[in-house]
């Protein structure tokens, strides 16, 4: 039931007839709650240790009983403050909400045709630092290039960005393979991350990633078995807009389609379904479809 959070009171049998919570964040009033809980439960830290909000909502969640610890990457698992090792399963990306092929009639819709497009897919909120990826701007020909920033928190973050020429404000998306579709580079200058999601997806669509480079940086290249494109965690606005500018037409179509191919391998929906499979020690429900891990025939076309 996508799309809102449901509590006991309305519906008690999504507790009472699950075997299994996986909890990312609760209340202090849903402690008693969960104590009752007769099946496993599983807290998720998806945010990275640096971060003191998520730091104490990771450790907060370890007042339940009997509750396990699950960290998206090591990095975020360093939040739950424990001298014991924590299960890491990375996030894994859905292929069939990144996958798409250029779509040229969107780019004239937009009037993005013969511009290079930069793509910010996420949060709109402060630590995300959105407006690092818009105030790049003042450093590009908006003739040559263009900026789209998409993602929650729109209205805040419009009120307060300042207008700039070539910068597209869209609101958010569920299902951002039109976005990928319409990009030649996905950025994210987030002062802190533990995964980065939107990232996977765009390298799983084909679209070269530039990103700051973050304590997790390095693990995630060792999953990836390549090194990231990055740029220095405070780097300013002109400096951010050189570096994108740089490889933006300096394109490497070959390590784009490594990568696609290490997320496919590594990090996609399948995988992720599987690690906790394995945790939970249940048998594989291999007829599932995002098992289908395969891209489709024509995937290198685009």
């Given at each position: 039931?996508?799309?809102?959070?449901?509590?006991?009171?309305?519906?008690?049998?999504?507790?009472?007839?699950?075997?299994?919570?996986?909890?990312?964040?609760?209340?202090?009033?849903?402690?008693?709650?969960?104590?009752?809980?007769?099946?496993?439960?599983?807290?998720?830290?998806?945010?990275?240790?640096?971060?003191?909000?998520?730091?104490?909502?990771?450790?907060?969640?370890?007042n339940v009983p009997g509750i396990q610890p699950v960290g998206v990457s090591h990095a975020a698992a360093k939040a739950f403050g424990l001298d014991v090792?924590?299960?890491?399963?990375?996030?894994?990306?859905?292929?069939?909400?990144?996958?798409?092929?250029?779509?040229?009639?969107?780019?004239?819709?937009?009037?993005?045709?013969?511009?290079?497009?930069?793509?910010?897919?996420?949060?709109?909120?402060?630590?995300?630092?959105?407006?690092?990826?818009?105030?790049?701007?003042?450093?590009?020909?908006?003739?040559?290039?263009?900026?789209?920033?998409?993602?929650?928190?729109?209205?805040?973050?419009?009120?307060?960005?300042?207008?700039?020429?070539?910068?597209?404000?869209?609101?958010?998306?569920?299902?951002?393979?039109?976005?990928?579709?319409?990009?030649?580079?996905?950025?994210?200058?987030?002062?802190?991350?533990?995964?980065?999601?939107?990232?996977?997806?765009?390298?799983?669509?084909?679209?070269?990633?530039?990103?700051?480079?973050?304590?997790?940086?390095?693990?995630?290249?060792?999953?990836?078995?390549?090194?990231?494109?990055?740029?220095?965690?405070?780097?300013?606005?002109?400096?951010?807009?050189?570096?994108?500018?740089?490889?933006?037409?300096?394109?490497?179509?070959?390590?784009?389609?490594?990568?696609?191919?290490?997320?496919?391998?590594?990090?996609?929906?399948?995988?992720?379904?599987?690690?906790?499979?394995?945790?939970?020690?249940?048998?594989?429900?291999?007829?599932?479809?995002?098992?289908?891990?395969?891209?489709?025939?024509?995937?290198?076309?685009?």
């Amino acid at each position: 039931m996508p799309g809102r959070v449901y509590t006991y009171e309305e519906h008690p049998e999504f507790f009472s007839n699950c075997d299994v919570i996986l909890s990312w964040f609760f209340a202090e009033q849903d402690i008693e709650l969960l104590s009752k809980f007769d099946g496993r439960l599983f807290a998720v830290s998806h945010g990275s240790h640096e971060h003191p909000w998520f730091r104490s909502q990771a450790q907060f969640m370890l007042n339940v009983p009997g509750i396990q610890p699950v960290g998206v990457s090591h990095a975020a698992a360093k939040a739950f403050g424990l001298d014991v090792p924590v299960p890491v399963i990375y996030n894994g990306v859905e292929l069939d909400r990144s996958i798409s092929p250029p779509n040229p009639e969107l780019r004239h819709a937009m009037g993005l045709d013969n511009k290079k497009v930069i793509l910010y897919y996420g949060r709109l909120s402060s630590e995300k630092r959105p407006h690092y990826v818009a105030n790049m701007m003042k450093y590009l020909d908006p003739d040559k290039y263009a900026t789209i920033l998409c993602g929650g928190n729109t209205g805040n973050f419009a009120s307060v960005m300042p207008r700039m020429k070539g910068v597209h404000l869209l609101k958010p998306t569920r299902n951002p393979r039109s976005l990928f579709s319409i990009a030649d580079c996905s950025v994210n200058f987030s002062e802190t991350e533990s995964f980065c999601l939107s990232l996977f997806e765009s390298m799983a669509a084909r679209v070269p990633t530039i990103s700051s480079e973050w304590e997790v940086t390095a693990e995630l290249e060792g999953v990836l078995g390549e090194p990231l494109i990055t740029t220095p965690l405070h780097a300013a606005p002109d400096e951010l807009a050189s570096v994108v500018a740089y490889h933006l037409n300096n394109p490497d179509k070959e390590r784009d389609t490594r990568l696609r191919e290490r997320v496919f391998e590594r990090l996609s929906a399948g995988t992720m379904a599987r690690e906790w499979e394995r945790l939970l020690g249940v048998e594989p429900l291999a007829e599932f479809s995002l098992y289908d891990e395969s891209p489709p025939h024509d995937s290198s076309n685009y």
